[in-house]
């Protein structure tokens, strides 16, 4: 079975400090994407971060980076310089033909 | 502005009746996708579809129907055979497939009366 799970339901975090929320997913593919989503309470779902699976380098998007390990199918967030904004549900998720599995999602909690 | 939209943003259903989610992106997207998000549960694709006049099954169809007549259309129809409709729906959209970034509409919340 394609699953992804993210084992930290909830956690916190002082403004300006920094944040890893961790995931695994279990696949038997090996070419696929892997996304973080952020939803705020607005539940509006955003894009954080991107990765392809078949690049070694971590992708990074501003305060955001991701720490990638293929064979232990690994893709943890870094949130450095976290900002109260920041506060939201944060879904891990990877692509398999033609859709995406999603794990639970981990509630942030940014404190100022 | 280009997106997508999501309509109503909130509907209310009573027993045995069906009802339908609207779902426009104006992206020029081919693919277009359903989910649904219960509390403390990731979401769980409903259909997708990936071209006009097809679409596929996701992991929780029963209960659903949609239809894609135009590109930039994708309506989810709930219908009275969903015995647990209550839950909050996302509609998304993107180029071609899955690799690619989702775009998210904003959600409609359905509850049952």
């Known amino acids: 079975a394609q699953t992804v799970t993210q084992s930290q339901p909830e956690m916190s975090v002082q403004e300006a400090e920094t944040v890893t929320l961790s995931c695994t997913y279990d696949?038997?593919?090996?070419?696929?994407?892997l996304f973080w989503y952020k939803q705020p309470p607005s539940r509006q779902m955003i894009l954080v971060i991107r990765?392809?699976?078949?690049?070694?380098q971590n992708a990074t998007e501003n305060r955001f980076s991701v720490n990638f390990q293929k064979a232990a199918k690994s893709f943890s967030l870094k949130i450095s310089d976290s900002q109260l904004g920041d506060t939201a549900m944060y879904f891990c998720?990877?692509?398999?033909?033609?859709?995406?599995?999603f794990g639970t999602g981990t509630r942030l909690q940014v404190f100022p | 502005d280009g997106g997508i939209t999501q309509s109503p943003k909130y509907l209310f259903r009573k027993e045995g009746q069906n009802v339908t989610l609207s779902c426009e992106q104006n992206l020029n997207h081919d693919a277009m996708y359903w989910y649904r998000q219960d509390p403390g549960q990731g979401l769980r694709l409903i259909y997708y579809?990936?071209?006009?006049?097809?679409?596929q099954k996701g992991d929780i169809a029963e209960g659903y129907s949609v239809s894609r007549e135009k590109k930039e259309s994708f309506p989810l129809t709930v219908t009275s055979a969903q015995k647990n409709p209550t839950a909050f729906y996302l509609c998304?959209?993107?180029?071609?497939?899955?690799?690619?970034?989702?775009?998210f509409g904003p959600g409609t919340r359905l509850l049952v009366l």
């Open positions: 990765q392809e699976a078949y690049k070694q």
């Open positions: 998720a990877f692509s398999v033909p033609d859709k995406l599995i």
């Open positions: 998304a959209s993107t180029w071609t497939n899955a690799e690619e970034t989702q775009y």
């Open positions: 696949t038997s593919e090996n070419n696929y994407y």
């Open positions: 579809s990936q071209i006009v006049n097809d679409f």
